[in-house]
């Protein structure tokens, strides 16, 4: 075996040069990953409060939902939606495709964390609410949400970094995002290897910005607590 | 005022409440004594409809409930009934992410749909009754448990309820807190305000209601004056009931 080359690790020239193109990536990662978070959360609500619903026509279906996001790959859920749908003459856009399959994917695991984060709140809150006479809408939005949502903060931040990172499987389906971009640039120099180093960097960097926000958001929700 | 004829709870196989009937007059304070598990608190819970009752009728001025078993009660008309009643629990159940006065205000905005400068004047006036003015801007967790309980008193009466409960309101209070949440009650009862207190302060009871119910096994045993009911109670189980208290 050939000694390993160390001068071909990283090619500061060619990444300084390529970084503006990867970066135009970004723009596609931070979009996608803004509305997919929007919509996910929503409906990881939804869903979150059906699964806990008394009402069996609404919790099995959002039992089903849950089990079948979680139970399989976002990269097959992403073919199925970009190339499979197709054969049933159903074409969604590479920008829909991803918008789509990760909104559905955010919204499986968010209403496990919202279904959690609701469950810690006492029996007793609802019951102080129900007895100024509040609807069960009035009791979510103003007294339930708000203490759910400090509980769900990490595991929600841990599901929207990952979030971030999953956008680098919309390469797949031709998402002109960072890693998409990494690849086009790291298959004409015939250098992967610094490439994905950059693109790694790249997105390291997000998810440190992000970690910050939620670090912020968690001090600013434990405010009530002790 | 309040009507409740024939009122059956059951969870499942076992009857919790087998068949209550109960009379108060506006102003009245009626307390309920009884054994642990005797059903006292579900009687009150049934009575703002935080249980459901399985069958029975519940009147509280022109709002008539009656339950029969898979009948389903519309929304409106629960809460129409609810919202002629204000709960105290035994453990506050203040919200923990909002002031000691946005609690107190939360009702009557949310609910009631008062402005929030009117709220907030309401609010003060209730803090000052029940002696925590100054603690209007802490959070609950700030606050003593007796502290929590009377901001829980003053919630309640920011909807301005017909009917007061309050469910064994000193029971998860240490000793020496429960005197000011009962002169807190206390003034009240002197008031016109219409309550019934579910307690197993017996000495407290005794001085402040009009009238005692003393419930066992899901039935009202025995009820009349305070006076009455204490140094002459006339069925065998109540005797041995207030024995054991006396006994203390």
Not at chain 2, 48 to 53: D, G, M, V, Y
Request: aromatic share 8%; proline share 4%; charged share 20%.
């Amino acid at each position: 075996m050939d000694a390993i080359q160390w001068e071909n690790l990283f090619d500061i020239q060619l990444a300084k040069g390529s970084a503006w193109f990867v970066f135009q990536g970004l723009k596609y990662t931070i979009i996608i990953t803004l509305i997919t978070m929007i919509v996910g959360l929503i409906l990881g609500l939804v869903i979150a409060l059906m699964r806990m619903s008394s009402s069996k026509i609404l919790r099995y279906p959002a039992r089903m939902y849950i089990s079948i996001i979680r139970g399989t790959p976002l990269l097959v859920q992403l073919f199925i939606l970009y190339f499979g749908l197709p054969v049933i003459g159903l074409n969604l856009s590479p920008f829909l495709a991803a918008i789509i399959g990760l909104s559905l994917n955010v919204g499986g695991y968010s209403a496990e964390n919202f279904r959690g984060a609701l469950l810690s709140i006492p029996k007793g809150q609802w019951e102080a609410a129900y007895s100024i006479n509040m609807t069960y809408g009035q009791a979510l939005r103003r007294i339930i949400m708000p203490q759910a949502l400090r509980v769900a903060l990490p595991t929600l931040a841990n599901t929207l970094l990952s979030l971030v990172k999953d956008t680098s499987l919309l390469s797949m389906i031709t998402v002109p995002e960072m890693l998409y971009q990494a690849k086009i640039i790291g298959g004409r120099e015939f250098d992967y290897l610094t490439m994905y180093i950059l693109v790694a960097f790249f997105y390291w960097i997000v998810c440190t910005i992000l970690a910050w926000v939620q670090d912020r958001l968690e001090d600013q929700y434990g405010k009530f607590a002790k | 005022m309040i009507q409740v004829t024939n009122l059956v709870k059951r969870f499942g196989d076992q009857v919790v409440l087998q068949g209550i009937d109960v009379q108060v007059d506006r102003g009245e304070v009626l307390a309920i004594i009884g054994p642990s598990g005797s059903g006292k608190s579900t009687f009150l819970r049934c009575l703002n409809l935080l249980e459901k009752p399985t069958s029975g009728t519940i009147q509280l001025q022109n709002s008539v409930l009656t339950f029969q078993e898979k009948k389903k009660i519309p929304n409106r008309e629960m809460r129409q009934l609810r919202g002629k009643t204000g709960m105290v629990f035994q453990s506050f159940h203040l919200f923990p992410h909002m002031t000691v006065r946005q609690n107190v205000m939360e009702g009557p905005i949310q609910v009631k749909g008062i402005s929030a400068s009117k709220a907030k004047s309401l609010a003060d006036v209730l803090l000052k009754q029940v002696g925590l003015h100054d603690k209007r801007n802490a959070y609950p967790d700030q606050l003593s448990g007796g502290q929590q309980q009377r901001v829980a008193i003053a919630r309640a009466l920011a909807m301005e309820p017909e009917v007061l409960l309050l469910d064994e309101p000193t029971s998860a209070l240490d000793p020496e807190l429960v005197g000011e949440v009962l002169t807190t009650i206390r003034q009240l009862a002197t008031g016109q305000q219409t309550m019934i207190i579910v307690t197993h302060e017996l000495a407290f009871a005794r001085e402040v209601a009009d009238r005692i119910i003393f419930i066992d096994e899901g039935q009202i045993v025995e009820e009349g004056k305070p006076s009455e009911l204490f140094e002459r109670p006339q069925k065998e189980r109540t005797k041995q009931f207030l024995e054991r208290f006396t006994q203390l």
